[in-house]
């Protein structure tokens, strides 16, 4: 099996592919291409279902982002629904999240799902493949369902709902990077499901600078040895555009180092140059006789009577 490392133009999006030479170009775009979008909507709703699990459901249009005092003076009730639970910081959600038993449920769905989907499953070299993706949305799905059983409790705007019902959202609706964002960790996840212009109608498939013809087998491009690894990448067509960017040379964080360590030896090198202490000439180490002297057993203090 040849292993596909894909990327696209986010790098929170790359994961590992695994597929034979034989396969048509076609095939294997397709198979990219809804794996893409369905880790994508994954993603997207575990960071729904975990702000619906931490505040409560989302509020309506007109009281969205605003405090209770803001909310009186407009002669709007921000919480119908009693005193808040686990109020909101960013005021965008009820603060009314379900029981403790089944918001666990809901959280721990989340957590396996974005462990299992995270862009650092690569670092792992652990290939993703659609029933795994689409096992963790039958999943979180699930866990909803329990909190809100047929969706009861939940607003028809609410983001989670939508995405499950799959709907699509407005940009009023598609808050769940704000809401959820003291709670996103360090692998961006609400940035990276940001990305969705690849569709299953304008993806193409590109590598080393050269775009996969569809009617090809991938052994065209890639030989016949099955242990080949390899890197393409998966983007939308665009009239008039050429090949995708050329990757940097080194990463972020490499690039950070090197900086760093040119930094630290610029900074030696100047303190070299403004120290004129000269007084290490006088140490015994110094002396250009200390060989010799030592040779002929003179490295002692002689001392001389007359």
Not at 96 to 114: D, F, G, R, S, Y
Not at 187 to 204: K, R
Request: hydrophobic share 35%.
């Amino acid at each position: 099996m040849v292993l596909l490392h894909v990327k696209t133009a986010d790098d929170s999006n790359q994961f590992l592919f695994e597929v034979e030479t034989k396969e048509k170009v076609r095939d294997i775009m397709h198979e990219l291409t809804s794996l893409h979008l369905k880790r994508i909507q994954t993603l997207k709703l575990a960071d729904a279902a975990e702000a619906l699990a931490t505040y409560g459901p989302l509020r309506p249009e007109e009281t969205r982002g605003l405090t209770e005092e803001v909310a009186r003076l407009s002669n709007l009730n921000v919480y119908p629904d009693g005193p808040p639970t686990n109020p909101d910081p960013h005021f965008y959600r009820t603060g009314h999240p379900p029981p403790e038993e089944t918001k666990n449920v809901i959280l721990k769905a989340v957590e396996e799902a974005k462990e299992a989907l995270s862009h650092k499953q690569v670092l792992l070299k652990t290939c993703l493949s659609l029933q795994t993706v689409e096992e963790k949305l039958n999943t979180l799905k699930g866990a909803v369902q329990i909190a809100y059983p047929a969706f009861h409790g939940l607003p028809p705007y609410e983001p989670t709902r939508l995405i499950i019902e799959g709907k699509e959202m407005n940009d009023s609706q598609d808050i769940s990077h704000v809401s959820n964002a003291a709670a996103t960790d360090d692998e961006g996840t609400a940035a990276a499901v940001g990305v969705m212009s690849i569709t299953a109608e304008n993806a193409c498939l590109w590598w080393t600078g050269k775009q996969l013809q569809q009617e090809e087998p991938l052994s065209k491009y890639l030989g016949t040895n099955e242990k080949t690894k390899t890197v393409v990448r998966l983007q939308p067509k665009c009239a008039g555009k050429g090949p995708p960017v050329r990757e940097p040379r080194m990463d972020a964080e490499t690039h950070k180092a090197v900086l760093a360590y040119c930094h630290k030896r610029r900074q030696e090198e100047k303190a070299l140059e403004e120290d004129d202490d000269d007084s290490y000439l006088f140490s015994p180490w110094a002396n250009p006789k200390a060989l010799k002297e030592s040779l002929l057993g003179m490295s002692g203090q002689v001392k001389w009577r007359a």
